[in-house]
């Protein structure tokens, strides 16, 4: 089915273990009152992450949600910077001032996390339009929630991408709730693909916790883009463990529903299929799990010594 | 009276609005069964149900549009804004629509809506999580902008503003909700336009609004230690603004101090400041001054956020500038 | 086909005639100086109008554009008080303060013509909403133009009136352009009616010009919203003879496409079945057509001659 | 020098940089073959082709998204939003987005985006297409604000606009584009941040801005007659704002009026009086006034609208009174 090598698996799988500790290790600090503000986690969304961005070529380039440090990750971002930012430290990927909602690493084509839904999705049509002008190669990703789908600038950001046959993959994360909201209350559609149908962008369906089966459609999503196909909006079926941010009472949800997706864990689900299919031995995947944890902490753990920035700081960069 | 908080005051004045008349409904995201992101609805999905209580998906723009149209027909709407941040993606419903239907229509068509939101910065939540917007759309006519700063006000003003027949901006503080204060029991207005003097002084004029009251408060505490004796006003309704109270202050002691969170260019601050000066100009002993955010995006580093916001420590050495330098 | 009486016909025909006659009148006004701003006049969209607002009863309300003097005359307006609005004269339907872009007329049903193209979409739910609280069996109707579906309140609104089941009826007048772009820049849609769709919203679309079938695909649109079924989209193909506005140098279109709709005017096509069915006899169409150019001559009459307002009334009603 | 006017030295603007700069595109309705509905972008779409004169929907958030994406990656768009009023429905992207990612990126992600747009009451186009919104942007920090009136700062500011590795609100006047002047041929900069005195006068400073410098051109000859020396100041910038220049006048003056078309109350006139009451606190003979429109929505009717706006007559009234009263 897929052509792709085991090596991207293999790769995929340590990016997969290299969010979720990332993002296990971003709770402990935020417990710990280390990190203003509120943190919304991608745990459980890692098939989703690795399938859609780690398919992306470097020069390629991304915009995403608050729920996006593992974007960010799977781009290429240093984990030490992402660490920082959500520290508010001097070396962070915006020296300490954007915090875990507003990641930028322009070098490795990270274009902006965004706390206001659905806003940066007309900004990634921009950059897939400046790709266009330049006669570039180069592809634009947006993800963004189910949630999303309801906002305005969803509805003008896909328009827009659709006439100007745009180089652009849009992902919605389908995560079935929006904060505290079941998707059932917010929209009528049985799949979120007739949303984009509406623009005549393609569209499909995927689970989201199969990172094989999201890379495939991404791939050709990408490709397409790339060949100048125009749009392709990609459904991801996934789940986040946690709530919609830490402390959210998690109410309108039963502990079996989040039970039964962690039984379809997307990285559970990678090695049982690397190690069902020889692909990967068990030491294997253990040593780069233990490689991943040791790279997270130790990334945690310089941020954490690192400075803070200077109060001047505080007055430049705003033009 | 019995102490409650902030949060709980408002749910109060939410309570016996929906109880007394049919016509007040609630409308927003995530306060049906959930509550509110800030618990200000808690309970009330329970009592009065999902047709009163309306949950709406992410989309401002839509639900303001709808709160608009159902206000047009002699229905009294409070819409929920989760964080006056997301106003903006909605600002033609709430600037161009329900300000300006009233005189668009002569008269002939009013729109009794709420806009309850929360602004303010402190708790780390970056540049688009932290503004306050309140100098913003006092400048559209059309609408009441209020902000209460303790829990008695905001169940009055919240009271006052769903009894009003046009729109009223309702501005309520991120990290006042657990603020605690005697609350009168049933229904208790408290009429919109009116600043309350918080602490009578006769030097020092000190205007302050939502949470800066607080910082005000402290000011004066401060100052009266070095014999200086500040009066704190909590202006409570930025539009329409009580020139009376504030001028009949200056008068008094011929010094003012402006705190507010928004930022210091082109807020409210500068409205008053110029409006005091015309009124007050041979009472003012020194340019009125204003204490506010300074001119940049609210960082996320907790320490910068601080030193971007107003401070006790700015308003008490202002005071103490203006009572020394002039 | 259609169940609805010949009677009908004959006081759609009326009402189409006073239309046009309005705005040709008004036309000539603002070439003489005595309207302000812009002026969008509806000629040839008359079928449109009368197949739509002509089906609801007097209890519903209807929000539109802009270009809706026309539908508040259909919905229970005085060509006088409209007359004396345009004119900004104190008798006019917001006392001459609204304009000609600002029409309300709460007691008709007219909830609103709006100059932010989107904006009335929403509140017209929020009146279907309003409907449905109180248990009332009055219906919302919203006129926009093709341009209007790619803002972001159209989006929103529709998204809202679907999942809350709303008695609303979406009128889209799709006219082949937004102001100077024709609709083929702005969508890649061959029917708006997949716009809708993507809500979950039943959709039709239907000869414009020909009042008729708008009239039967309204009158069940409204019959089912009445009967608590929900909402119904219906894009009407329609043209203006007119440019956007006034002053409009119309560069974008040929003479021969104004010819070609100017040949299927909904006016004309009705008058030909008339009296083609013997439903009404020449004479008969042309008493009508004469009482109506009478009345609306007088309105026009009556309204310049009338008192401007005072200048304290510029200083009221603003809360 | 050649005498052209305003909508052309802007079409001028535009044409020179991007014959200049390929980076530089334009964006917006009906801009393309049809030219603009105020005629700005004549031409260019002959010239430069539909890659680079993007025609859009009616879709102000979609495409000032695009313009904001695009500009990240050092593009330099230029979008033209038809009516200020409608920023409205796009103020996210300007408020947060456009002005807040310098800030939010800790500089890493700059915005050159100019929004070009044109705004004013005069015309008889009613409440929501009559609006001056630049105080509103103003306050926000990371956007710079400016209103050119005469048309050789129209060809200049705007390229200087272009040239800015921020984000730029550029307003234009509706009843300014046929305003003809002398307009410098090529290239032609003139700095953002840089008030123009444009007549010198002894003993009354009026502040102006936009279509309104025109009124206090008009109303200092009206003072003349009457003995009163009036110095006119157009100050183009509102952000960030020349008080070098305004703090020079009144000192010398020692009176001031501003004048603005954006609604009195919380306006940038009371932010211009604010600073003005402190850095010139002892120069100041009388308090700065402020002739402005009234705080109502705009009329339709022509004289209420003239009403509402205003008048050359207010200030030469408001001049003459700050000379006999103080
Ligand atoms: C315009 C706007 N409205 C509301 C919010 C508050 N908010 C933050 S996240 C969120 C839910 C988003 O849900 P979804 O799009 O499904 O993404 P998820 O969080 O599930 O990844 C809401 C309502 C916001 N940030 N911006
Ligand atoms: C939000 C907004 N953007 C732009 C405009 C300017 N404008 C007024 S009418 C119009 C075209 C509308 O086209 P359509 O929706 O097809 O309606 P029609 O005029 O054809 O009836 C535009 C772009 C506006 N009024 N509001
Ligand atoms: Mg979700
Ligand atoms: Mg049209």
Not at chain 2, 172 to 197: D, F, W
Request: negative net charge; proline residues 4%; glycine residues 10%.
């Amino acid at each position: 089915m897929s052509q792709t090598q085991p090596d991207w698996r293999i790769d995929a799988y340590r990016d997969m273990v290299r969010i979720r500790e990332f993002e296990e290790t971003s709770a402990k600090l935020y417990t710990q009152g280390l990190v203003g503000g509120s943190l919304h986690l991608a745990i459980g969304q890692e098939g989703t992450i690795m399938g859609t961005v780690g398919a992306l070529a470097s020069g390629d380039q991304i915009t995403m949600t608050y729920r996006g440090r593992g974007h960010a990750l799977a781009k290429g971002a240093d984990p030490f910077a992402l660490f920082a930012e959500i520290l508010g430290r001097q070396g962070g990927t915006s020296r300490g001032k954007g915090g875990p909602m507003h990641i930028y690493d322009p070098e490795v084509g990270v274009m902006g996390t965004n706390a206001i839904v659905g806003a940066g999705i007309p900004i990634a049509v921009g950059l897939a339009l400046a790709a266009k002008m330049e006669g570039a190669s180069r592809v634009a990703m947006t993800a963004f929630g189910d949630g999303a789908v309801n906002q305005g600038a969803f509805h003008e950001g896909l328009n827009l991408a659709a006439i100007w046959d745009l180089p652009i993959v849009f992902v919605c994360e389908n995560n079935l709730y929006s904060e505290m909201t079941p998707i059932k209350d917010a929209v009528r559609n049985d799949s979120l693909t007739e949303r984009a149908q509406a623009y005549r962008i393609r569209a499909v369906t995927v689970d989201g916790n199969d990172v094989e089966a999201v890379r495939e459609v991404a791939e050709q999503a990408i490709a397409r883009a790339r060949a100048g196909e125009g749009p392709t909006f990609i459904e991801c079926m996934t789940y986040r463990y946690v709530g919609h941010m830490l402390g959210d009472p998690e109410t309108y949800r039963s502990k079996e529903e989040v039970q039964s997706w962690k039984e379809r864990d997307p990285i559970l689900l990678l090695r049982e299929k690397l190690l069902r299919e020889k692909a990967a031995t068990k030491t294997q995947l253990d040593a780069i799990e233990a490689a991943a944890r040791e790279e997270i902490a130790q990334a945690a753990d310089s941020a954490q010594k690192s400075p803070e920035p200077q109060l001047e700081e505080a007055l430049d960069d705003v033009f | 009276m019995s102490e409650i908080s902030y949060a709980q005051a408002l749910n109060q004045a939410l309570d016996l609005a929906m109880a007394a008349d049919p016509k007040v409904f609630v409308i927003g995201e995530d306060i049906g069964h959930h509550g509110g992101v800030f618990g200000v609805t808690k309970g009330l999905w329970e009592k009065y149900g999902a047709q009163r209580i309306i949950d709406t998906p992410i989309s401002e723009t839509g639900f303001l549009g709808v709160a608009v149209g159902a206000a047009s027909v002699a229905f009294r709407p409070v819409a929920e804004i989760m964080w006056v941040d997301f106003t903006l993606v909605a600002m033609d419903q709430i600037v161009n629509q329900a300000a300006k239907t009233s005189y668009m229509s002569g008269g002939r068509v009013k729109v009794p809506l709420v806009i309850r939101t929360q602004e303010g910065a402190g708790r780390g939540n970056g540049a688009q999580h932290s503004q306050s917007l309140e100098s913003m759309f006092a400048q559209v006519p059309g609408l009441k902008v209020v902000a209460p700063f303790d829990p008695a006000d905001a169940k009055g003003l919240l009271t006052a503003a769903i009894e009003d027949d046009g729109p009223v901006l309702f501005l309520e503080h991120k990290l006042l909700y657990n603020r605690k204060g005697e609350v009168p029991e049933g229904r208790h207005v408290v009429p919109i336009g009116k600043a309350r003097v918080r602490r009578e002084g006769s030097q020092l004029t000190l205007i302050a609004l939502s949470r800066m009251v607080a910082y005000a408060e402290e000011a004066a505490a401060e100052l009266a230690k070095e014999g200086i004796d500040a009066e704190v006003i909590d202006l409570r309704s930025v539009v329409p603004l009580d020139m009376a109270t504030l001028e009949a202050s200056l008068r008094k002691t011929g010094r003012a101090i402006i705190v507010h969170e928004a930022h210091q260019s082109f807020g409210w601050g500068a409205e008053v400041a110029a409006r005091l000066m015309d009124s007050c100009f041979y009472d003012l002993i020194a340019p009125v001054q204003r204490v506010a955010s300074k001119d940049v995006p609210f960082p996320f580093n907790r320490t910068l956020e601080a030193f971007v916001m107003p401070s006790v420590a700015q308003i008490v050495a202002t005071g103490r500038s203006l009572m020394n330098d002039y």
